[in-house]
């Protein structure tokens, strides 16, 4: 038996279907997977190419980040104290300024935040999917891309439809779905951006490729509002009778604004839903009703959104935000436990992208996507229940390990990212000031 690495003595907390934990245990990992896991009694001796010992650290699934829109670092801190409608009219305007270099640089300095907050699959939805993809090839972060699709507000929508779909189709072409870094969703922006044919069209892509479709749905109450003025009901209503939710697997992100027969539609149509709290709170756009959404058996997984409303891609950030929202709003510190915040951040974040027999758990057989955390520290001393500790006291700074595809990107709390990528500060401040030039020239 030829292992690669043998990472031992630590607190496996394995997210499989019986919440195992193992308190002193090993993993061994053979090519890009996991080949065993047990206690330490039970370690094989063998001719391992690798051993570390991580005594005293906690090893658990890499968190999945299942809404996010990574070069959006580019535009971090700005719209301050504007609400979405308002904050997307000024994104706009500095994204149609990006350029592929923007795209390119502006994913690995997010891909390089993500993975050292333990980050081991980001789920994007952007402009220019092909320098965002190879970026996170050259950082070795495992990537599911969406293209944005908009076809209003086109002066020849017919056009426009076309070409927001043959990117896509490019998409799927470059990146089919055996690829085991890099695969494909469907991305109709929103319900209000795109006309019913580009919607129905994107279904039939997705049973085509057999692959999910992702689209933002009821952000904000002015969507709830608009839909119901222009056709009496609410977006998810209006998407349920276009039959948009047949027959494919959605992803839907925020789902702040959703009625209780929304939910309903939701729970028929197995709409699986990327929960943003930090940038929900921080547009103003509201709270998300997720006790409702778990209690209805609805998958949720985390996303930090992008860098511009959030304004950070830790996951670690918006573990602890889903329990201390709900808890406080509701008056009700039962509701929302530690290990379902932990779940929505793995298990079940895989569950939303529709991969969880590949990643989202520690079992063999599984992608040895991995993180471990060096418990060696005063804010995280005692660490009697793994599941709390991991929501309200690990800090970033307790990262020492990232492993993706059974490759370390992360080690020693240093990167280690295959393709030696770009990674000053100084050149990623001078791409900002280039991009702020030619959004001032153009007013
Ligand atoms: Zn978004």
Redesign the pocket.
């Known amino acids: 038996m030829k292992v690669d690495v043998a990472i031992i003595n630590g607190t496996i907390v394995t997210m499989d279907s019986n919440y195992t934990i193992v308190p002193k245990g090993f993993v061994l990992i053979r090519d890009k997977k996991i080949y065993s896991i047990g206690p330490m009694e039970e370690f094989p001796t063998n001719d391992y190419s690798e051993i570390i010992d991580v005594d005293n650290h906690l090893i658990m699934p890499g968190f999945i980040n299942t809404?996010?829109?990574l070069p959006m670092v580019l535009l971090r801190g700005l719209g301050e104290n504007l609400a979405l409608h308002d904050w997307l009219t000024l994104i706009w305007k500095y994204e149609a300024k990006l350029t592929t270099e923007d795209f390119y640089l502006g994913t690995i300095i997010a891909g390089l935040e993500s993975i050292r907050s333990g980050v081991t699959c980001v789920h994007d939805?952007y402009l220019d999917e092909f320098p965002i993809g190879k970026a996170c090839e050259d950082l070795g972060l495992r990537a599911v891309l969406s293209y944005g699709m908009i076809d209003l507000f086109a002066d020849n929508q017919i056009e426009k439809r076309e070409s927001e779909l043959n990117i896509t189709k490019q998409l799927l072409k470059k990146w089919p779905a055996e690829n085991d870094l890099i695969t494909i969703t469907i991305g109709p922006h929103a319900p209000f951006t795109n006309s019913p044919e580009i919607l129905l069209e994107s279904t039939k892509l997705a049973r085509k490729y057999n692959v999910p479709i992702h689209i933002?749905i009821a952000?904000t109450k002015k969507e709830k509002k608009d839909f119901e003025a222009k056709h009496g009901k609410t977006s998810v209503q209006y998407l349920e009778d276009l039959g948009f939710f047949e027959g494919v697997n959605v992803i839907a992100?925020?789902c702040v604004w959703v009625t209780d027969n929304d939910l309903a539609i939701f729970k028929k149509r197995n709409v699986k839903v990327a929960h943003?709290p930090a940038?929900n709170m921080k547009i103003g756009s509201g709270i998300a009703p997720i006790p409702k959404m778990l209690e209805a058996g609805i998958p949720v997984g985390l996303?930090t959104?992008?860098a511009a409303?959030n304004d950070n891609l830790s996951m670690l950030n918006d573990l602890r935000l889903v329990p201390y929202i709900q808890k406080g709003m509701h008056l009700d510190p039962t509701l929302i436990s530690s290990k379902e915040v932990v779940s929505m951040a793995t298990i079940d974040g895989a569950r939303v992208l529709g991969m969880e027999d590949r990643i989202g758990s520690l079992e063999p057989n599984k992608l040895a996507d991995m993180i471990v955390f060096d418990l060696n520290d005063v804010n995280i001393t005692p660490s009697s229940n793994p599941y709390s500790l991991i929501v309200y006291s690990l800090k970033e700074y307790n990262l020492k390990h990232v492993l993706i595809n059974g490759k370390f990107v992360y080690k020693d709390k240093k990167f280690i990212d295959p393709k030696k990528v770009k990674r000053d500060i100084s050149s990623f401040k001078k791409l900002v000031d280039n991009l702020n030039k030619r959004v001032k020239r153009n007013g």
Do not use: L, R
Request: charged share 15%; hydrophobic share 15%; aromatic share 0%.
């Open positions: 809404h996010t829109h939805m933002h952000e992100a925020h943003n940038s996303g959104d992008g409303s």
